[in-house]
């Protein structure tokens, strides 16, 4: 059992993969000095630096789904009555507690980041896909009218 727990250990790091692929160093932010594949360094990079066009010093922002580490790339408060969002296409839930979290008109996202690809524990990718009644979607869409649209994500918000 021991051995299969060092090679296991060894086999991938959670959400990077293969260890022997970490090897990008974060400079700055809250990962800063974490090792990581170039391909989740460029991800990550990309989703900060459109993000970093529309955050705001003050007000709220709401990451989805399976992104909460933005929250800690900002001063801004979560949006949220959780910082982990789950796809309902993956995992057969609803929106409903979250929108109602909205009924209260002070609890509305400022900026909206929905994301479009995820890492999943092996290192690889998955695509999230929305439904075109996907219940939040069609909030954010609602309240943010203006939408930029990057390689993996769009982020919702006003002028």
Request: charged residues 20%; glycine residues 4%.
């Given at each position: 059992?021991?051995?299969?727990?060092?090679?296991?250990?060894?086999?991938?790091v959670?959400?990077?993969?293969?260890?022997?692929?970490?090897?990008?160093?974060?400079?700055?932010?809250?990962?800063?000095?974490?090792?990581?594949?170039?391909?989740k360094?460029q991800?990550?990079?990309?989703?900060?630096?459109?993000?970093d066009k529309?955050?705001?010093?003050?007000?709220?922002?709401?990451?989805?789904?399976f992104?909460?580490?933005?929250?800690?790339?900002t001063?801004?408060?979560?949006?949220?009555?959780?910082?982990?969002?789950?796809?309902?296409?993956?995992?057969?839930?609803?929106?409903?507690?979250?929108l109602?979290?909205?009924?209260?008109?002070?609890?509305?996202?400022?900026?909206?980041?929905?994301?479009?690809?995820?890492?999943?524990?092996?290192?690889?990718?998955?695509?999230?896909?929305?439904?075109?009644?996907?219940a939040?979607?069609?909030?954010?869409?609602?309240?943010?009218?203006?939408?930029y649209?990057g390689?993996?994500?769009?982020?919702?918000?006003d002028?």
């Open positions: 059992i021991l051995i299969i727990l060092l090679v296991f250990q060894y086999s991938f959670y959400s990077e993969g293969n260890y022997s692929k970490l090897t990008e160093t974060i400079e700055s932010g809250p990962y800063r000095g974490l090792h990581t594949s170039v391909q360094k991800y990550l990079n990309s989703i900060i630096r459109d993000f529309f955050k705001l010093d003050h007000g709220k922002v709401l990451f989805f789904d992104f909460p580490a933005g929250y800690l790339f001063t801004m408060k979560p949006a949220s009555n959780a910082v982990w969002l789950l796809s309902p296409e993956q995992f057969n839930t609803d929106r409903n507690l979250t109602r979290y909205y009924e209260n008109r002070s609890n509305l996202p400022d900026v909206a980041v929905k994301i479009h690809m995820i890492y999943i524990f092996t290192g690889g990718t998955q695509e999230l896909e929305y439904a075109e009644d996907d939040l979607v069609a909030f954010v869409e609602k309240v943010n009218s203006e939408v649209n390689e993996y994500c769009d982020i919702y918000y002028q």
